[in-house]
């Protein structure tokens, strides 16, 4: 009679393996040279881009998430774009020189990487954190999501291949297969884990933050979105909606909340009809509001990445054809207000603001809600008001008249390619920057003496008395027959005892 396994102890024990397999390839890949190295991330990025659009429909097949084509997109990004940024980064020995002040830098790598990867960006974010691991010589043990397992898997199979064939040492790129939270757990507390690298829930940030270990984490992203009234209405709201419905909003830096100057509303409401936006009755608004959070403060799985007409035929409404999103209309902001949540949906909330000052308060009151510190996106003409957001919120990135969910990870702005956006304190994450293959590397720096430092000699007249004045002092004050060897040591033998 065969006794079954328990699933928890073999997912350990995959994960246990998993590491010393790593950590061995990464001993061996310390010696690799930058021009090994590169050869080696330059052979896993092209691979990972020809088969953006295979894994991308797996992603969607075995997730129920997204628009196969928009995961094929973050692919791309994942892999070439984020290839492009850090192709040319020194990682390998000295990295850089101060002739000047004689400083030298020499870069080292972290190690193990435990890398932990979302359902909603699975095969991307796998693409992204394999590419800057291997640029700076480190190995990756990845935990993906216990619903995206296969597509991450693949992508990672994918990666693997071309690392190998390229010249890496076998064992590099690691995954998990078996989902256990408790392997995960125990993954982010091994000791030969150097590192955590963690996309995902605020639940999963926080474990990674309180494991003992270095880690990267990234909270949620509430992003406001303001159109202010000197705003190009018409690009801004087909920005605002093609951004929105692109993979159906499961990219954390997507636009959440339309904030609206009350001067343009009437024109921000018909582009919005436009473009394929739905506006809801007040009635129809109630009932959906019981669709996107059953429970207050916690948004519904069912509605996470899933499009306009799923998530209208779970509040029993009827939509037009070619409805892209959803709007409700709105004025209040709490975790008792569905609308005002993440929704990770194509589904707004709409507010309309007096004024500028107005408009602040609400994005605010949106960001405290549930995204300080991740982004905020602003449509207008007018830079000094843009400017005026970007020194007032609380956030890590302000984007300009442009698409915020691709904009913010590099897609259609200058910001560093990332699937990995800190929110620096506002968030309670340790960076603010987009996370790249920099943050993957110690710096040690060799610093020659360049200056001389005088030091103050120790004066030991200042303080008390020597031995030698206090024998004066005593041989004046006496017979001058005393004999002066035995006044020597009896003054010092006292000072000895004293100094014990």
Known sequence: MEVALDADLLALQEMRSAVKTAKEAQLAYMDYTQEQVDRIVQAVAEAAFAQSERLGKMAVEETGMGVAAHKKIKNEVGSRDVYESIKNLKTVGVVGEDKVNKVLEIAAPFGVVAAIIPTTNPTSTAFFKTLIALKTRNSIVVSPHPYAVQCTKEALEVCDAAAVAAGAPKGLIQCLTKASMDATQQLMTHRDVNLI?????????????????????????NVPVYIERSAKIDKAVKHIVDSKSFDYGTICATEQAIVVDRHVQDMVIRELKRNGAYLLSDDEKRTMEKVISPTPGKVNPKIVGKSPQTIAKLAGISLPEGTRVIVGMETEVGKHIPFSLEKLSPVFAMYVANDVQHAKEICLSLLNLGGRGHSLSIHTETDAIAREFALDMPVSRILVNTMSSVGAVGGTTGLMPSMTLGCGTFGGNITSDNVTAKHLLNIKRMAYGIKEVDLPKNDVSSGEETEDQ?????????????????VKNLVHEIVKQLSK
Not at 201 to 220: H, T
Not at 470 to 486: G, I, N, P
């Open 197 to 221: 690298l963690a996309t995902g829930g605020g639940g999963l940030v926080k474990a990674a933050y309180s494991s003992g270990k270095p880690a990267y984490g990234v909270g949620p992203g």
């Open 470 to 486: 206090v024998v004066s002092q005593v041989l004046q004050s006496l017979d001058a027959s005393v004999d002066e060897t035995m």
